[in-house]
């Protein structure tokens, strides 16, 4: 695959996989706690605050790999960064799943997301950055 075209992969790759953070981010901050299984009615003010306030950071977490999108190629340090928060949250929820058993099926699809397909964006763009500058050195 020539670098344009893997760099139209990954954007494509990178763009979809945003989609999650945005919508479950965004959905979470409308709906609240109530979104997740088994909890019809937040039983405290506080957890409702500190779950909007987490859903807030998960969706403009979106926002910053969606920024990544265009000129990925580029954009290695941010993209890193945002990977390693993704991957340390999926971390804790890994703990939570060895402490307390898994999850439901959203949280494990998450656990997937954190634990394997960002480290999997991660290398990708790692790769794709590394042909662009190769390309640009040899012009």
């Known amino acids: 695959m020539n670098r344009q075209a893997e760099k139209r992969a990954l954007q494509i790759a990178a763009g979809i996989a945003c989609l999650v953070p945005l ?34 950071i998960f969706f403009m977490l979106g926002v910053g790999f969606a920024s990544c999108v265009p000129g990925i190629e580029r954009k290695t340090a941010r993209f890193r960064l945002l990977g390693a928060m993704v991957v340390t949250g999926g971390l804790a929820r890994a703990w939570s799943a060895a402490e307390y058993g898994l999850a439901s099926e959203g949280h494990r699809f998450g656990l997937v997301m954190e634990l394997g397909v960002v480290p999997l964006l991660m290398l990708w763009q790692t790769r794709v950055a590394r042909r662009f500058a190769d390309a640009k050195r040899e012009a």
């Open 23 to 56: 919508s479950v981010g965004a959905a979470s901050v409308v709906i609240g706690p109530s979104i997740l299984s088994g909890i019809d009615d937040p039983p405290v003010r506080d957890l409702d605050s500190h779950f909007r306030y987490l859903s807030g």
